[in-house]
């Protein structure tokens, strides 16, 4: 479906750029957009590359463990339905640490891994657990001490200061999170007592 909507979306504007006579504006802007794809993909793969290799030097050095070991107790109260010893709580701790250094690309497999750990838990039910709309949101919204991607970008585009937005990141992504947490919390409270459990 999200195929067919760009499909769509990209006629659309063909037939517009014709019937306004700015086909050239869009051959100008299409080949513009290809090359600032590439830079900005090449300017990622270096900070990433670069972050990769830190995260695999701190998972040999023990310190993702000590996070993971640093943050299964706050991981248990937000998912009190995961067993400790479950596979699940290990893969969403790993996301919640890669997540925390900005690393979206290498959490994405985590989160994927944490999501079909928590399906099993739930019995491979069509319907998500409360653990599984919890890590949705806690993941979406995931705390954020070095947003390396974003730092990545404004290097690419030659910012003055690339790093000057860990502060206000942090703040953000810190009260997002506590937000979700919130609102998942509420929701699961409300619809507790709507299902009279």
Known sequence: MVNLIWVA???IGLVFAGINGTMKDVNEAMFQGAKEAVTISIGLISVLVFWLGLMKIAEQSGL???FARLFRPMAKKIFPEVPSDHPAL???LSNMVANMFGLGNA???LGIKAMEQLKKLNGQKEE?????ITFVA???AS???IPATVISIRMTYHSASPGEIIGTTFVASLI???SAIMIDRAFYIRRRKKGGM
Request: proline content about 8%.
């Open 64 to 66: 993702l463990s000590f």
């Open 138 to 140: 806690l993941n979406t």
């Open 107 to 109: 959490a994405t497999p």
């Open 143 to 145: 705390v954020t001490l």
């Open 90 to 92: 290990g893969y969403i």
């Open 176 to 178: 997002a999170t506590i």
């Open 128 to 132: 998500p657990s409360r653990s599984m």
């Open 9 to 11: 979306l990209l006629l």
